[in-house]
């Protein structure tokens, strides 16, 4: 397997867990706030958040492994926090867990999603400095030994 699809591979299944994470805790949170009491949730639920997070994890794809401009690097961010809000908001409305109406639970959804889109996204962000720096330093290490054997 090519190194940039294991990576594209490894980054897709790392942003399906934490936003399968994510989810999980403003499921919690939200059932807590709007169906507070002795609610009884149906197992469909946990499917429902798993395909829900696989479908947000494909907006990855959104984003080229190339060097882009700042501008383009923002509308990519922008339609990527668009398309999890198209995805999570069309699930939440599909699946019966939210009351499209009800202005509180429409907000406190786009709450959570903002949360979790901003954890993942930092994450992802950080992992992606870390390499950087990382091959930066070997591409140092490497030109200076370079430079040491083409002084001898």
Not at 5 to 18: D, H, N, Q, S
Not at 90 to 104: L, P, S, T, V
Request: charge should be positive.
């Amino acid at each position: 397997m090519k190194e940039s699809i294991k990576k594209r591979v490894i980054e897709l299944l790392l942003t399906f867990c934490m936003v399968t994470t994510g989810s999980v805790f403003v499921c919690a949170v939200y059932n807590r706030v709007f169906w507070s009491g002795d609610t009884f949730l149906d197992a469909a639920i946990l499917w429902q958040l798993l395909a829900m997070a696989f479908v947000c994890s494909l907006g990855n794809f959104i984003h080229p492994y190339r060097e882009v401009s700042r501008r383009r690097e923002v509308f990519n961010k922008g339609l990527h926090y668009v398309y999890i809000n198209v995805v999570v908001l069309g699930c939440g409305y599909g699946f019966g867990w939210m009351d499209i109406e009800n202005i509180f639970m429409l907000a406190a959804m786009m709450l959570g999603i903002l949360v979790v889109f901003v954890t993942v996204s930092f994450v992802i962000w950080r992992l992606h400095e870390r390499e950087t720096e990382n091959l930066n330093r070997k591409l140092r290490e490497y030109q200076q030994a370079a430079g040491c054997a083409s002084e001898q």
